[in-house]
């Protein structure tokens, strides 16, 4: 109990001590806020959460936000070409699922020079397959398409100097027992 209430004094002191200190400004106290603000406001906010809204309600846009413009055309393209070969696999799968029915009842003995249900039916199954395979690879890109806007936001501001280095050098490791043993060793300077 005695606790509790000495908590609340210091915590009350505290506020009490940062409201008094906030009257008490001087012009360089203002001009260090100033300068604070302005270096805030060379780095365009910048929100993971906006980007991939953006990009899930249209793919390419939350690219657009991050300033990645050269990856929309590769979203679109990628889209597009499995698209292409969606459609092209599924009109070969209506096709050769109607030869194969028309051939199971008897209506047709050849078509297009294969005269066998069997194969038919494999070659049925095989635009199926890709044709599905095509749909799953579809959803995959507008998936990546979201992760990238989130990933490129998170990373706008990312300051890649050119202090940065690694090196990496062979090493010797020492053990508990007196073994040694070479390995690698990586050290990182920024």
């Known amino acids: ?10 915590i009350s002191a ?8 906030s009257y008490g400004q001087n012009s360089s106290d203002i001009e260090i806020k100033d300068t604070i603000k302005k270096s805030e406001q060379k780095f365009k906010k910048h ?7 953006m990009s899930t309600f249209l793919p390419g846009l939350g690219q657009i936000y991050n300033d990645k413009y050269w990856k929309v055309p590769v979203i679109y393209a990628a889209e597009g070409t499995l698209l292409y070969f969606y459609h092209w696999n599924n009109i ?7 030869a194969y029915i028309d051939m199971v009842n008897g209506r047709i003995s050849d078509y297009k020079g294969v005269t066998s249900a069997e194969r038919l039916k494999q070659a049925k ?16 890109v507008y998936i990546l398409n979201i992760i990238d806007a989130s990933v490129d936001a998170h990373l706008y501001n990312f300051d890649v100097s050119k202090d940065l280095s690694l090196k990496i050098q062979p090493a010797t490791i020492y053990t508990e027992n007196s073994q040694t043993f070479t390995g690698i060793s990586c050290s990182i300077s920024f």
């Open 1 to 10: 109990m005695l606790t509790k209430i000495g908590g609340i004094i210091i």
């Open 14 to 21: 505290i506020f009490s001590f940062l409201s008094i200190s």
């Open 47 to 53: 929100s993971p959460k906006k980007a991939s809204l």
């Open 92 to 98: 070969r799968y209506i096709e050769y699922n109607k």
């Open 125 to 140: 199954d095989y635009y199926r397959r890709y044709r599905d395979l095509n749909i799953i690879g579809m959803f995959a």
